[in-house]
């Protein structure tokens, strides 16, 4: 028995282990002993095969003749015909495609040609170059066996596929029915899209408590919208798209440069004026802004008159000089801060104001 089995792994060029499965799961198949399916392995005669039993016919009818086994006579014919590989298979018990590349491979490592390995491998006499092929008896025929795929042979040099029982083989995923073209399809969906499922809906509720009225005006340069019109303006009421000066704002940052002689808040200091208490009105009235500016352009070096204001005050009269501020800041400052002084400490409107001082023009667009 040891002698057969490494003959038959000799021959197979595989492992004792794997040929050893082999046998077995083929002496399974076929109803026939170990020693017969290695001893056919090794070119010994091929086991019998399983006969199943056969029920009395009512009247005897004459048996067709048996045929010859086709891959054996094929395969030892050499030029008599081609090789029949589904029939060597069947009567191998393999597979035809595995069955076929073991043979291959054997014969490229051996030398030999594909119909001397066949010839090995059946029992009959192996071909010679230039010799016709000797006759063979016809074989009795083997009962083909349901082909079993067995994990191929890993080692130095080509492959030979050796087979042993095994399960089923499984529907390959691109041959399911409804898949296009060898789609692969997924029973379920990517985990990134499951998360944006979780996500969006989330950031939905925190945005609707945080936030239920939507963001501010102002924020990421969101508008106001006139409830009036229905047009979007700035967020303080201002047309969209141009750019409102703050004449008043402007006119408190420039009089920092006079509150060291008017004071702060207005109320002067030594030989200075003060601006309250009716004292800045009574020298420019409401409507003569134009005045005020003119003075505060030129001051007491650049006055033309011997006198100023409403109440025709001696131009230095008080000892004190006041400077002339037209080349120091722009125009648009200097209407700016008579503006605000006007406002700030003559208390009058300013909406007036600004169209007294010519401050009340058209807003320019931005940009």
């Avoid at 039993?53 to 005897?60: K, R, Y």
Wanted: hydrophobic fraction near 45%; aromatic fraction near 6%.
């Amino acid at each position: 028995m040891q002698e057969l089995l490494s003959a038959a792994a000799a021959a197979l060029n595989a492992p004792e282990s794997l040929v050893s499965r082999s046998a077995a799961a083929r002496a399974k198949a076929t109803g026939s002993s170990v020693e017969d399916v290695l001893r056919a392995w090794t070119g010994g005669a091929a086991p019998p095969a399983a006969t199943a039993p056969t029920p009395e016919p009512a009247a005897p009818e004459p048996a067709p003749a048996a045929e010859p086994a086709a891959p054996a006579a094929s395969a030892a014919a050499g030029a008599a015909g081609p090789i029949d590989w589904a029939a060597l298979a069947a009567s191998q018990g393999m597979p035809e495609k595995l069955l076929r590349r073991s043979v291959e491979a054997k014969a490229k490592k051996s030398g030999q040609s594909v119909e001397a390995v066949v010839a090995e491998m059946t029992g009959q006499p192996v071909p010679t170059t230039g010799a016709a092929p000797a006759p063979t008896e016809p074989a009795a025929p083997v009962a083909p066996a349901a082909p079993e795929p067995a994990p191929a042979v890993v080692g130095a040099g080509p492959a030979v596929d050796v087979y042993e029982p095994a399960g089923p083989a499984s529907e390959p995923a691109a041959g399911r029915a409804g898949d296009a073209a060898g789609e692969i399809r997924s029973d379920g969906i990517p985990r990134w899209l499951a998360a944006v499922f979780v996500i969006v809906p989330a950031f939905a509720v925190m945005y609707a408590l945080f936030l239920p009225n939507g963001p501010s005006c102002g924020d990421a340069g969101r508008l106001a919208v006139d409830p009036v019109t229905g047009v979007a303006v700035n967020c303080d009421g201002s047309e969209y798209g141009v750019e409102v000066v703050d004449f008043f704002a402007v006119g408190q940052e420039v009089y920092a440069q006079c509150s060291s002689c008017h004071g702060a808040n207005g109320g002067g200091g030594g030989n200075f004026p003060a601006f309250v208490d009716g004292a800045l009105l009574t020298v420019f009235p409401e409507g003569a802004c134009e005045n005020h500016v003119e003075w505060v352009r030129v001051g007491t070096a650049g006055w033309p008159d011997p006198t100023y204001g409403a109440n025709a005050k001696p131009v230095g009269g008080s000892g004190a000089v006041m400077p002339g501020f037209g080349s120091a800041i722009s125009e648009e400052e200097l209407r700016a801060v008579v503006l605000y002084e006007r406002v700030r400490f003559g208390g009058l409107a300013l909406d007036a104001t600004l169209a007294d001082c010519g401050l009340a023009e058209e807003p320019e667009p931005a940009g």
